[in-house]
Nanobody
Framework: VQLVESGGGLVQPGGSLRLSCAAS????????MGWYRQAPGKQRELVATITLDGSINYADSVKGRFTVSRDNAKNTVYLQMNSLKPEDTAVYYCNTVPALGDWGQGTQVTVSS
């Protein structure tokens, strides 16, 4: 089972990025999926969750700015990030919720002027 995140980069405050996570194996099809992030020196945190039937939850820190979605036919989950702030700088990962198995390599998001 593999999780491959992509779409990160360097963006100015107020900018946008769209992250993608391609998942292989059965993990994606039977579980809620989530986007997590880990900033330097901090613990990994869950920022967005989407269930198989499309129910969604966000951490308060990203509510109103981030939008999570999934394409079950493509085994892919997305994270649209708008109005980015410097405190959003982190490595972003996807995984099931709760997290199971190995993590992918993540994708770096840096918000800086």
């Amino acid at each position: 089972v593999q999780l491959v995140e992509s779409g990160g980069g360097l963006v100015q405050p107020g900018g946008s990025l769209r992250l993608s996570c391609a998942a292989s194996g059965s993990r994606f099809r039977i579980n809620a999926m989530g986007w997590y992030r880990q900033a330097p020196g901090k613990q990994r945190e869950l920022v967005a969750t989407i269930t198989l039937d499309g129910s969604i939850n966000y951490a308060d820190s990203v509510k109103g700015r981030f939008t999570v979605s999934r394409d079950n036919a493509k085994n892919t989950v997305y994270l649209q990030m708008n109005s980015l702030k410097p405190e959003d700088t982190a490595v972003y990962y996807c995984n099931t919720v709760p997290a199971l198995g190995d993590w992918g390599q993540g994708t770096q998001v840096t918000v800086s002027s």
